[in-house]
């Protein structure tokens, strides 16, 4: 593939809602291996996501984890906004696999307030839903139906009805778990009339939603057919997750104990059980013994029930506590990880600062000062050296002369701060240093920085360099004044004329170059 057709191999997986997470996944890794041949690391990270997502998806949720903080910090570092956005929504998800809403909303926030000219279609819509999902795990139902509702508009006004249908479903089954049934069923109405006006088929998911609602209403007979249409069309397409038919039988289960068909709610019952089993289900699982316990205490066969309410409680406290490592270990990873980023940033921070003086170093300089020439026509730097510096290494001593470095590199950052706070003073090497002032004339840059080259000069020097002066010789340029590229040196210039002035001075373009 080339880069173009591989970007849009991987928007499939990007933007696809119905999953088949393990052929999914095997896909995502195939399309990073080629992102890597063609040596794009925007499309590697964004395979990357993309397998992280589904490995959640599949329940791998400290496995996604690991993942997604070096995805994030590749997408802030190098600006891909949509790659942030979609990094904050599967960020969302293992907060809500966690339980923990409050992560959960703040991430589902985060992934719609990135959303730019740069999104799709798909993400302007979903990523308001999954907000809206959010805010209904919160607990704030009316902030939910509010994005459920501005979701849809969206996916009607981009023309997108395969969006609406899921939309909808999500906003149903947020009221039907807020114990809103009577406007769950009302959304499930409409998801209904819009599908038989658009021609769309109802698949099993939404049939589900359906079913659950209609029990909900005490519709049992209808949520009974609503449900083996359900189970007909999960048989008759994909089977994505292994747990969507044992969840659709429990759904069945109920609504026939509902009307009453004991004998039929035990045979799907049974059949959901023995799926549980063969799948290792233990979540489903623990709900089978419950409604186990339910179906014989509506037979009248209390001894029995009490007996699998016993196994009930006893599965469902050895899930809660196997749940509880899960989330631990899924907290430590991201723990862990996010001990490694910060481990990372402070090397890097420590790659841009000079181990003597602790100010910015070249390296800093030359990543920063090529942006702010783009962006700043006002930018003006300063290149400072020390006078006479080898003669206070010679006398002194190479100690005595760091001490003199790190106590002239203190008054060079004092006082530009209290300058300008935007500014910063870098050590390009040896006893020379650069100072970059934005949004300035040169004239009054000149004038405050010849306010710190007194400063220098006032400074005690006595009990540390036993008489000899410290002072400093200062060369000003400014890109009104020359090309962005000749800016340090029109500076290094005008240094060099400062020295030969007599030095203790700062030299810029018309100055006259003497010190006071």
Known sequence: MDAKSLSAALLELEDEINWDAEAMLDRAVR????ARLLGNELLATRARLSQ?????????????????????????????????????????????????????????????????????????????????????????????????????????????????????????????????????????????????????????????????????????????????????????????DADALPEYLLTLTRAQRGLEAYDRAQASLDACRSLCEERELADVLVRVHQEQAELHAARGEFAQAYETHKIFFTAFTNLHSRQREAQARTRQALFETAEARQEAERFREQAR????????????????????????????????????????????????????????????????????KEAFVARLGGEEFVMVL???????????????????????????????PVTISVGVAGLAETESDNVLSLADRNLYAAKHAGRDRVVHRGSHAAAA
């Open 31 to 34: 399309l990073e291996r080629q």
């Open 52 to 240: 992280a997502n589904l490995r959640m998806r599949a329940g791998d949720v400290a496995g996604a984890a690991q993942r997604i903080w070096k995805v994030h910090q590749w997408a802030v570092d190098n600006g891909a906004r949509q790659l942030t956005a979609r990094t904050h929504l599967v960020w969302s998800n293992i907060h809500r696999h966690l339980g923990d809403p409050a992560q959960c909303l703040e991430h589902a926030v985060l992934s719609v307030e990135l959303l730019d000219e740069t999104a799709t279609d798909h993400m302007r819509v979903w990523h308001r839903v999954k907000l809206a999902d959010a805010l209904a795990f919160s607990h704030s139902i009316d902030a939910a139906r509010y994005r459920f509702e501005q979701a849809e508009r969206l996916a009607i006004e981009y023309g997108r009805q395969d969006l609406r249908l899921a939309v909808l479903n999500n906003f149903a089954y947020a009221e039907y778990a807020a114990g809103n049934h009577e406007m769950a069923e009302r959304v499930a109405q409409r998801l209904q009339r819009h599908a038989a006006e658009h021609g769309f088929e109802l698949d099993a998911s939404l049939l589900d939603t359906i079913g659950l609602i209609e029990i909900g209403r005490g519709r049992y007979a209808e949520a009974e057919r609503t449900l083996e249409a359900c189970i007909d069309r999960h048989l008759a397409g994909r089977e994505d």
């Open 353 to 420: 600062r000079d181990p003597l003086t602790g100010l910015r170093n070249r390296r800093y300089l030359d990543e920063q000062l090529p942006g702010l020439i783009d962006t700043d026509p006002g930018l003006v730097v300063a290149i400072i050296d020390l006078d006479h510096f080898k003669r206070i290494n010679d006398q002194l001593s190479h100690d005595v002369g760091d001490q003199v470095l790190v106590q002239v590199a203190k008054l060079l950052e004092t006082e530009l701060a209290a300058i300008c």
């Open 438 to 468: 934005p949004g300035r004339s040169v004239a009054r840059a000149a004038a405050e920085i010849d306010g710190i080259r007194r400063a220098v000069r006032r400074y005690d020097w006595t009990s540390l360099t036993r008489g000899l």
